[in-house]
């Protein structure tokens, strides 16, 4: 479990494909100054860690770097597979027992992938619009949460897109410190991100649904 605060940010240094290419081996660094600080540096083999909101498993690590392996299904469903050499990651460690839960819970089980609409200067902050899949439209709610690229973030406004088969924008706030400290300071507008719905809100509609199926 993770809460959307992110530890660091890290550089994708190698991408190897494993098998018949369908997998890939990632090699991500960490700077030496917040390898410590983020939990990235004590991380055991196995322990488990979010990369840009992507739930991964540590298979080989140094003090400033480590490695994960990725399914070809992961690759296909989430930003993943465009990652490169040169590409930064969010990261943030696994929760332990005790620890602050200082944004929302999130499993690092990414829903779906968006595509950034517009990033707007708004006084102090600046507004970003992204366009989410039309499956996951009916739980983005205005005020609830959202994981974008791992990020723990307040939905600010929701619009639906009829024109675009009912596919969902929505707008929220970065403050400069979020961006200075995660890979929004590296988005553009066209990019992807992954992101991951609010789990109460999809228990929820489960259960408005369960026995409508």
């Not at 990261?91 to 620890?99: N, R």
């Not at 944004?103 to 779906?112: M, P, T, Y």
């Not at 707007?120 to 039309?134: H, I």
């Not at 024109?163 to 969902?168: D, I, L, P, V």
Request: charged fraction near 20%; include cysteine; hydrophobic fraction near 40%.
């Amino acid at each position: 479990m993770f809460t959307g605060l992110i530890s660091g940010v890290g550089t994708v240094a190698e991408v190897i494909p494993v098998g018949v290419g369908k997998d890939a081996r990632f090699t991500i660094t960490v700077p030496a100054d917040s390898a410590e600080w983020s939990g990235i540096a004590s991380a055991k083999l196995g322990a488990s860690i979010a990369c840009s909101g992507c739930c991964l498993t540590v298979i080989e690590r140094g003090r400033d770097f480590f490695t994960v392996e990725v399914s070809g299904e992961t690759l296909a469903h989430t930003t993943l597979g465009s990652w490169a050499p040169g590409s930064k990651i969010n990261l943030e460690a696994s929760l332990k027992l005790g620890d602050e839960l200082g944004g929302h819970l999130v499993s690092g089980h990414v829903d779906g992938v968006a595509e950034v609409v517009s990033a707007v200067a708004e006084n102090g902050s600046t507004r970003w619009r992204f366009r989410a899949p039309p499956a996951l439209a009916p739980y983005i709610a205005p005020k609830g949460s959202i994981a974008v690229n791992g990020v723990s973030l307040t939905v600010n406004e929701v619009q639906d897109q009829r024109e675009r088969s009912n596919a969902t924008e929505f707008g929220t706030n970065i403050i400069p410190h979020t961006a200075a400290h995660t890979n929004f300071s590296a988005l553009n507008v066209g990019d992807f991100v992954n992101i991951e719905i609010d789990m109460l809100a999809r228990y929820v509609a489960r259960l408005q649904n369960f026995g409508r199926d």
